[in-house]
């Protein structure tokens, strides 16, 4: 039997027709796929419900202290050496994840997931900003705002911080837990925790200013390639979350998103401002330099009640964001399985 043969073979169909009987490695794919779903879902389910671990002792917070002494070693202001830093960083727990998988692939994948989507501490760090602003206690707010978001927090108004809160949770629904989900689906352990060394990285090097602009290219490049599949999905979950408002979502997303600093920050902010009926963008301050951003009016300014319902946006949004990967990645894994085996047969 010749080497196509030896991974499916023709039947007749009780129809009379022919069908093609797919086994060996199309079927451990598929063994592989199915595994992952399993892991993804479990880990996701633990993400939701349980806290996260202590900062000490969680692998985010380990492998940024590892790369900030990388760094020290390693800085030098060219794109060269910032390259080679986000590399270092992004292959060696690839591989890492990659041994994980081979142990243990459902086990690996939902701890992975559990451990690198951060379902749980940004809805509670999101409600507390409006439990203090219900209670009219603006410094708490401020205080609260500072663990969701990087931009500056001092002297802004009820509505900024309003506003900060409502952005950070569209966001993160893509950063924190759309993308570790989707790539766990796409790849396992190993595509979990690749994406969340790269999103680590960003958030360390990439920023615009003196020491990073070239330093920290690379790893902000690649953080937005990482994010635009799933930045996209979540776009696409927000706009079916909401049907009665979908065509406002997808005008609002192509009217001015584009003009975002970040092409995925500005696709989501803009979706659930659409989507919950008010208006996010304006001015933010990043160690006191002003960063422009397109206004999204999807309707009225926002007030602090508006932050329970970006959190319950964003849940809807993860859920359905997590089943659109899931029918997504599984079309194409059975697209590509379909060429092989034609690519097989035309050589038979």
């Given at each position: 039997m010749d080497g196509g043969a030896a991974r499916r073979c023709m039947a007749r169909s009780a129809g009379g027709g022919w069908c093609i009987v797919v086994s060996g490695a199309t079927g451990y794919a598929a063994r592989r796929y199915?595994?992952?779903?399993?892991?993804?879902?479990?880990?996701?389910?633990?993400?939701?419900?349980?806290?996260?671990?202590?900062?000490?002792?969680?692998?985010?917070?380990?492998?940024g202290r590892l790369m900030q002494y990388v760094e020290r070693v390693a800085y030098r202001p060219s794109r060269i050496a910032g390259t080679l830093y986000g590399l270092a960083g992004?292959?060696?727990?690839?591989?890492?994840?990659?041994?994980?998988?081979?142990?243990?692939?459902?086990?690996?994948?939902?701890?992975?997931?559990?451990?690198?989507?951060?379902?749980h501490e940004l809805y509670a760090a999101a409600e507390r900003v409006g439990t203090s602003l219900g209670s009219a206690n603006i410094e708490s707010a401020h205080r609260e705002l500072r663990a969701l978001v990087g931009r500056d927090t001092e002297g802004l108004s009820q509505v900024d911080l309003v506003r900060a809160a409502i952005e950070s949770v569209a966001e993160n629904t893509v950063d924190a837990i759309i993308a570790p989900i989707f790539y766990g689906i796409l790849a396992g352990t190993p595509g979990v925790v690749a994406y969340r060394a790269i999103n680590t990285l960003d958030a360390m090097v990439g920023y615009r200013n003196a020491r990073y602009a070239d330093f920290g290219w690379f790893s902000a490049r690649l953080d937005d390639y990482a994010n635009w599949v799933p930045a996209r999905l979540a776009v696409l979950a927000t706009a079916i979350s909401v049907p009665r408002r979908a065509r406002h979502v997808v005008q609002q997303v192509l009217s001015n998103a584009n003009e975002h600093p970040s092409p995925n920050a500005g696709i989501i902010e803009a979706a659930f401002a659409a989507a919950l009926g008010i208006r996010l963008g304006g001015v933010n301050y990043y160690d006191g330099m002003p960063v422009m951003t397109p206004v999204y009016d999807g309707g009225r300014a926002v007030c602090a009640a508006d932050i329970q319902r970006a959190v319950t946006l964003s849940r809807k949004v993860s859920v359905l964001g997590a089943c659109i990967s899931y029918a997504l990645v599984g079309v194409c894994a059975t697209a590509f399985s379909a060429m092989a085996i034609s690519g097989e047969e035309s050589k038979g």
């Open positions: 199915a595994a992952r779903g399993v892991g993804v879902l479990a880990g996701a389910i633990a993400a939701f419900v349980l806290p996260e671990l202590p900062t000490v002792l969680h692998p985010t917070a380990l492998f992004v292959v060696g727990v690839t591989i890492l994840g990659m041994q994980v998988d081979r142990s243990s692939r459902t086990t690996g994948t939902a701890v992975s997931v559990g451990v690198c989507t951060s379902a």
